[in-house]
């Protein structure tokens, strides 16, 4: 029985950690994702400012 409640004592602590883990790469992932945004979206400004003054 002792070994029984350790076994799930030990497998809650993983499937806790397991869910920790998924969490923070699903925010990694996401912060990636909007810092690829950001920088398309500065590209695309500087090239439209800088052939907006090429124009004048």
């Known amino acids: 029985m ?9 497998q809650f602590i993983s ?9 923070q790469m699903q925010l990694f992932s ?5 810092e690829l945004s ?3 979206i500065d590209f695309f400004t500087t090239l439209r400012t800088r052939s907006a003054h090429r124009l004048h």
Do not use: Y
């Open 30 to 34: 996401l912060n990636k994702e909007k």
């Open 15 to 23: 499937n806790r950690q397991q869910e920790k883990q998924r969490r």
């Open 38 to 40: 950001q920088a398309k």
């Open 2 to 10: 002792p070994a029984l409640l350790l076994l799930g004592t030990l």
